[in-house]
């Protein structure tokens, strides 16, 4: 151990150099930096950098060289620094950074576009609530402008009401997660399939074949709401597709949408160590041709029963309605080994709520209104895989994931 170690961990306010260097990124700069440095006998405290637009700022907290060196490395890296084209400031200072407040959190936001009025009323929000950004970083530009900001000093709940909240009026969607190890364990993400994993309703593609569609639609869209028990309106839903014949269900299996992003999302997932399942109100004879295709994990759905090759207007087993999808939550999370709290639940339905709020994170994707209220988070966007930026994924990993697979 070096004797300016030494006297750093024992006095926390010893003297350090903050250096600066910043203009055009190129390779080398960074190691550039440290062999300058590494005459000079100091120990490195910190290191920041960016590169935005091509243009590098890297910043390097070290502790005071020896007695008289100081001036000498000031002049040594000034010189390296316009060798290099690039602009460079030291300035002197003591001790390592503050230390982070208690309560740390992961604040995503999306935008598209993000505008300046939308940050700043974030960046607000933040303050008023007590948290301090740490560090800002951006996640993907497209299909959404994507950044999670590092936040200390204030608990993930208050700081998530605080945001959640107004979000919508300010144009952007919000998460708000505790950070730690755990963000990135393997978890477990569980979504709804009518107009989440899929853009249609499944029984309402069964109505268009059986001549009830408009019928079938303004039950739904009661039920959807909230207005109606979900049971007792699957049950008169499903009784006006009596005598459908069963050659039906390929036909509705090929007229299926998934969508846009849903592919994505999944392989991206499977790629990163999750397990993905789907529950719906829907019915097993879409959800079973589903979880094939897309290669889900988990799938549990209604069943719709078929004797002598008609549909007799009825379902068999259990009834997957609102309890139901909260209970196949963690059904499915104890048969992965994911703790509750692990897990991902997306839905949009009023059906969905008593699953999102049972998981750990439970996202509204293009809900009902009384849906969006009471979720952790909402996504407002047509493009299912921008959840993964709520997980923290890049833009980045999201492409090489695709690469990998069309490699």
């Known amino acids: 151990m070096s004797a300016s170690q030494t006297s750093a961990e024992q006095t926390p306010e010893a003297p350090t150099l903050l250096v600066k260097i910043f203009g055009k990124d190129r390779p080398g700069i960074t190691a550039g930096l440290f062999d300058t440095l590494a005459a000079y006998v100091v120990d490195v ?56 407040g208690l309560g740390r959190s992961l604040v995503t936001v999306l935008g598209h576009p993000l505008t300046a009025e939308s940050t700043a009323a974030i960046a607000d929000r933040i303050a008023k609530a007590g948290g301090n950004i740490d560090r800002i970083f951006r996640l993907a530009k497209y299909p959404v402008t994507a950044v999670e900001f590092a936040v200390s000093g204030v608990e ?61 639609a303004e039950v739904t869209a009661a039920a959807m709401r909230g207005e109606l028990d979900f049971e007792q309106s699957l049950h008169a839903r499903v009784a006006l597709l009596k005598g459908l014949d069963a050659a039906v269900v390929e036909k509705v299996r090929k007229e299926v949408r998934l969508t846009p992003g849903a592919r994505t999302l999944i392989r991206t997932l499977k790629r990163l160590g999750y397990q993905v399942g789907v529950v719906s109100g829907g019915f097993t004879q879409v959800t079973d041709d589903l979880k094939e295709r897309l290669g889900l994990d988990f799938a549990q759905a209604n069943t719709l029963e078929i004797v002598d090759g008609k549909l007799t207007g009825r ?18 999370a104890a048969e992965a080994g994911v703790p509750l709290s692990q897990t991902v639940a997306i839905g949009d339905g009023a059906n969905d709520l008593d699953m999102l709020n049972a998981a750990g994170l ?46």
């Open 156 to 216: 993930t709940e208050p700081l998530r009401t605080a945001l959640v909240t107004d979000a919508a009026a300010l144009g952007v969607d919000v998460a708000v997660v505790a950070a730690g190890l755990h963000r990135r364990a393997q978890r477990l993400v569980v979504m709804d399939v009518d107009s989440t994993l899929i853009q249609d309703e499944v029984i309402e593609l069964f109505a268009a074949h059986a001549g009830c569609e408009d019928k079938v």
């Open 45 to 100: 405290v910190d290191i920041e950098q960016v590169v935005t637009r091509g243009r590098l700022v890297l910043c390097a907290l070290v502790t005071q060289p020896p007695a008289g060196l100081e001036g000498d490395l000031r002049a040594t890296v000034h010189s390296w620094a316009e060798s290099m084209k690039m602009q460079a400031e030291i300035i002197s200072g003591h001790g390592d950074n503050r230390p982070r």
């Open 315 to 332: 379902v068999t087993g259990e009834i997957v309605d609102r309890a139901g999808k909260a209970r196949l939550l963690r059904r499915f």
């Open 362 to 407: 439970g996202v509204a994707f293009n809900a009902k209104p009384v849906v969006r209220e009471a979720a952790h988070t909402a996504v407002n966007f047509p493009f299912l895989d921008t959840v993964l930026y709520l997980l923290g994924v890049t833009r980045e990993e999201v492409e090489a994931a695709d690469t990998h697979d069309e490699g």
